[in-house]
């Protein structure tokens, strides 16, 4: 390869993603010098040092990240027009950043993703996992996905699944202690908890259809990670709140038991949420559907068994 011929964008958004100059050597066929001296020369057109080198690490000077950054977002541009100018049944192609809590994105997300990318493998995508939720309108991400309620007037959001939190607990405990009868029993059970957000994670809300009232419980158990959880609600420790999306399984499997069944609880269910931009590219509208359906199928098989992870 010519790397004369290469655009500059195209050649430090490579850089930018290689661990060491001898990695996108060897990417683009070339020899380390040849790299080093095509490096150099834009880095003397700039007049800037983009990158701190050797040839065992590479990382970036924070010019370099604010080039790196520049340049994916020009080059994602530039794929999304020439994807609007191909026919439809054209190939995918191009980067997706997408988010997810950790829970759902351990569990479902992430294994649907690798699904999409066997599928379409002219597609990256990058996930990005954490306990609190995103402002996706004013982030570099094109999914957000999103468990409950949605309020941003600058977002569109497809509905993924549909999903509520239950109370549940192991049938050792509620041997032990009793199953509550009413929300306010909860006030003498042991209730760990899920702490989401930046919300009062000891309430538990329930009703439905306007007609929805809170529950402010106690416990010596706290987590943010919902799989610990719902291991210490397993556990016999207490009643827990969880999304069926999550405890299904275990339900199912007879590992927990849901008490209150007959108060209803607001929906949580699960979107995909995306900037309300005039265009869509093609491949996040895809991604979307497949996850879609995807979840659909995952969360209505009634043989799947819990499997602690």
């Not at 340049?71 to 191009?94: C, F, N, W, Y």
């Not at 702490?195 to 259809?209: E, I, L």
């Amino acid at each position: 390869m010519d790397l004369a011929t290469v655009d500059d964008l195209e050649f430090f958004e490579q850089i930018s993603r290689s661990r060491s100059l001898t990695e996108a050597a060897r990417f683009w066929g070339m020899s380390l010098p040849s790299i080093s001296r095509r490096l150099t020369q834009l880095e003397s057109r700039l007049g800037v040092q983009l990158v701190r080198r050797s040839t065992r690490k590479l990382s970036l000077t924070p010019e370099g990240e604010h080039y790196a950054a520049g340049v994916l977002a020009i080059l994602q541009q530039k794929t999304d027009l020439e994807e609007g100018m191909s026919p439809q049944h054209g190939e995918l192609r191009g980067r997706i950043a997408v988010h997810s809590t950790v829970g759902l994105g351990r569990i479902h997300i992430a294994p649907l993703l690798g699904a999409f990318i066997r599928d379409h493998p002219g597609v990256s995508v990058d996930l990005q996992m954490s306990a609190l939720p995103l402002n996706i309108a004013v982030s570099p991400f094109d999914i957000g996905i999103r468990v409950g309620s949605l309020e941003d007037s600058r977002l569109k959001f497809t509905r993924l699944a549909e999903s509520r939190r239950v109370v549940c607990a192991s049938p050792q405990y509620l041997e032990t202690h009793g199953s509550p009868q009413t929300t306010a029993d909860l006030e003498q059970h042991n209730c760990i908890v899920l702490r989401q957000d930046n919300s009062d994670y000891a309430v538990w809300r329930f009703g439905a259809d306007g007609r929805e009232h809170n529950v402010r419980v106690k416990g010596n158990m706290v987590s943010d990670d919902g799989e610990v959880v719902a291991g210490w609600c397993l556990q016999g420790l207490g009643l827990t709140m969880r999304s069926t999306w999550h405890v299904n399984p275990m339900l199912r499997q007879g590992l927990l038991q849901q008490v209150l069944a007959d108060v209803p609880t607001p929906a949580a269910d699960i979107h995909a949420v995306y900037p309300a931009a005039v265009h869509t590219p093609r491949r996040v509208t895809a991604l979307i559907e497949h996850l879609r359906s995807g979840l659909a199928e995952h969360l209505e098989d009634d043989d799947g068994d819990y499997r602690p992870s």
